[in-house]
């Protein structure tokens, strides 16, 4: 859109947050009054993603200026909130405002720059903390890009984030994060109940109570180690194997786009997962699960789930 405004190039460009959701229900105030007044004053387009999600993500569009108005309104509020949270408790350092982008990897090299020079030139001109993860975002290309300071280092900040990818697009295709919801499966495992969240299984008090309520006798083989931290499972558990059939029609809903679906079940469960190839005439697919006790009980607790 090479058209000059003031202040440099007037460019449509988008920006993703990511928020958790007491964070959103900030941003979107009673009766959604907050998100309306954003969108009015900063002129950009502000969209919420819908979900019952523990994290949600909030698309910010428009010209260059009103992407900068949007998030100087979203730091400012943050600051608010920090300060409304200060007055009633004894904490006395102030923390700093946190935001956290969602940035396609093919750009963050450049916002990292050559051996790191671009990142600390952001750092030091703007005295905002910037970190880029290391890890993409779970099934997507995007990386998370953490920024946290006063909301005018914020706002310096997102302003050099924006030169550079302006000046350096996205390569390739981007496949973007897009938040789990909250129905985390739960497993009750040697008397206790998890929720699985991302790799982890958490421990979840109030459903371990309500669960010996109901066993009230031994429980049954059990699922896995009582330790929270699983599947990083015993090793000295003996693996086995254990062989299920699956209906060619519901084979790609496991397996999943170009496998993402059976690499997550592969990686929660911590088990091996073989599919064989259709054999001509059957119906039916045969599916070969190898790992601990515990791990094969996972793997098929996650695929009848699916």
Same mark, same amino acid.
């Given at each position: 859109?090479?058209? /000059?405004?003031?202040?440099?190039?007037?460019?449509?460009? +988008?920006?993703?947050?990511?928020?958790? $959701?007491?964070?959103?229900?900030?941003? &979107?105030?009673?009766?959604?009054?907050?998100?309306?007044?954003?969108?009015?004053?900063? $002129?950009?387009?502000?969209?919420?993603?819908?979900?019952?999600?523990?994290?949600?993500?909030?698309?910010?569009?428009?010209?260059?200026?009103?992407?900068?108005?949007?998030?100087?309104?979203?730091?400012?509020?943050?600051?608010?909130?920090?300060?409304?949270?200060?007055?009633?408790?004894?904490? =006395?350092?102030?923390?700093?405002? +946190?935001?956290?982008?969602?940035?396609?990897?093919?750009?963050?090299?450049?916002?990292?720059? *050559?051996?790191?020079?671009? %990142?600390?030139?952001?750092?030091?001109?703007?005295?905002?903390?910037?970190?880029?993860?290391?890890? /993409?975002?779970?099934?997507?290309?995007?990386?998370?890009?953490?920024?946290?300071? +006063?909301?005018?280092?914020?706002?310096?900040?997102? *302003?050099?984030?924006?030169?550079? /990818?302006?000046?350096?697009? @996205?390569?390739?295709?981007? %496949? @973007?994060?897009?938040?789990?919801?909250?129905?985390? @499966?739960?497993?009750?495992?040697?008397?206790?109940?998890?929720?699985?969240?991302?790799?982890?299984?958490?421990?979840?008090?109030?459903? =371990?109570?309500?669960?010996?309520?109901? /066993?009230?006798?031994?429980?049954?083989?059990?699922?896995?180690?009582?330790?929270?931290?699983?599947?990083?499972?015993?090793?000295?558990?003996?693996?086995?194997?254990?062989?299920?059939?699956?209906?060619?029609?519901?084979?790609?809903?496991?397996?999943?786009?170009?496998?993402?679906?059976?690499?997550? &079940?592969?990686?929660?469960?911590?088990?091996?997962?073989? %599919?064989?190839?259709?054999?001509?005439?059957?119906?039916?697919?045969?599916?070969? %699960?190898?790992?601990?006790?515990?791990?094969?009980?996972?793997?098929?607790?996650?695929?009848?789930?699916?």
């Amino acid at each position: 859109d090479g058209k /000059m405004s003031e202040g440099g190039l007037n460019v449509t460009l +988008t920006i993703r947050l990511l928020m958790h $959701g007491k964070e959103v229900g900030s941003i &979107i105030g009673k009766k959604g009054e907050t998100v309306k007044k954003m969108r009015e004053e900063s $002129g950009a387009r502000i969209n919420i993603s819908e979900g019952t999600c523990p994290e949600r993500i909030v698309t910010i569009t428009g010209p260059t200026d009103a992407i900068f108005k949007a998030f100087s309104m979203i730091a400012l509020k943050f600051e608010e909130d920090i300060n409304a949270s200060m007055t009633n408790s004894s904490v =006395t350092s102030k923390p700093p405002v +946190t935001l956290r982008l969602v940035v396609p990897a093919s750009q963050c090299g450049s916002l990292i720059g *050559k051996g790191g020079s671009k %990142i600390k030139e952001i750092r030091e001109s703007t005295g905002a903390q910037v970190q880029v993860a290391g890890d /993409m975002l779970p099934n997507s290309t995007e990386r998370a890009v953490t920024i946290s300071g +006063t909301p005018d280092a914020i706002i310096q900040c997102v *302003k050099q984030i924006c030169v550079v /990818m302006l000046e350096s697009p @996205p390569k390739g295709a981007t %496949i @973007p994060y897009r938040p789990k919801p909250a129905s985390a @499966p739960i497993i009750f495992a040697g008397g206790q109940a998890f929720t699985i969240q991302g790799q982890y299984a958490i421990p979840h008090p109030d459903l =371990t109570k309500l669960h010996q309520l109901a /066993m009230q006798h031994p429980p049954f083989t059990p699922l896995g180690q009582t330790t929270p931290g699983f599947p990083g499972l015993d090793a000295t558990t003996p693996t086995s194997s254990h062989e299920l059939t699956i209906p060619n029609d519901l084979i790609g809903c496991i397996i999943g786009r170009q496998g993402s679906k059976i690499n997550e &079940i592969r990686q929660m469960s911590g088990a091996q997962i073989k %599919i064989a190839n259709a054999t001509e005439g059957s119906a039916e697919r045969q599916v070969t %699960i190898t790992g601990s006790p515990a791990n094969i009980s996972l793997a098929q607790y996650l695929i009848n789930a699916r």
